[in-house]
């Protein structure tokens, strides 16, 4: 009786460390990168631009931003999504250590910006209109 238990105690944290990893890799499969990361200067915050599962709730195509902090490796237990929209382009830049501008070509939909604040980072949106080309004119028949 007593091996049994020490055995099950043994292999309880394996078990949920291989849980942890099966969550962590399903996760990532379901929200793949759409471009490199891009860390802030000071390396301690990173964005990750990321594809967005097909939900009724969001555009066609989403993509979402997510700002985690440098050694916060399992993206699955606490993604800080802080963006969302239908963008035919996601840039996302720092310009100082704690101010993120994310700009999005707007391909449908409309974006959002779900936090403006993460822990100490301030976190901008600029949206640029997708705009129609217009056709040169038809010459003119004489």
């Known amino acids: 009786m007593k091996l049994r238990t020490l055995i099950f105690l043994g292999l309880l944290p394996l078990l949920l460390v291989l849980a942890l990893l099966v969550r962590e890799i399903a996760w990532r499969h379901g929200h793949p990168l759409a471009q490199p990361s891009a860390p802030a200067p000071d390396e301690a915050y990173v964005a990750e631009v990321r594809s967005l599962p ?9 993509s979402g931003v997510f700002v985690r902090g440098r050694w916060a ?4 237990l606490q ?4 963006f969302v ?4 382009n996601v840039d996302t830049r720092w310009m100082g250590r704690r101010r993120l501008v994310i700009e999005c070509q707007l391909r449908s939909g409309e974006p959002r910006l779900l936090q403006a604040l993460v822990e100490d980072v301030v ?8 705009f129609a080309r217009a056709r040169a004119p038809a010459p003119f028949a004489t």
């Open 85 to 88: 929209g239908s963008c035919d």
């Open 73 to 76: 490796l399992l993206r699955s």
């Open 123 to 130: 976190i901008e949106l600029v949206i640029q209109p997708h």
């Open 79 to 82: 993604p800080q999504l802080v």
């Open 54 to 62: 097909e939900s009724p709730l969001l555009a066609p195509q989403s």
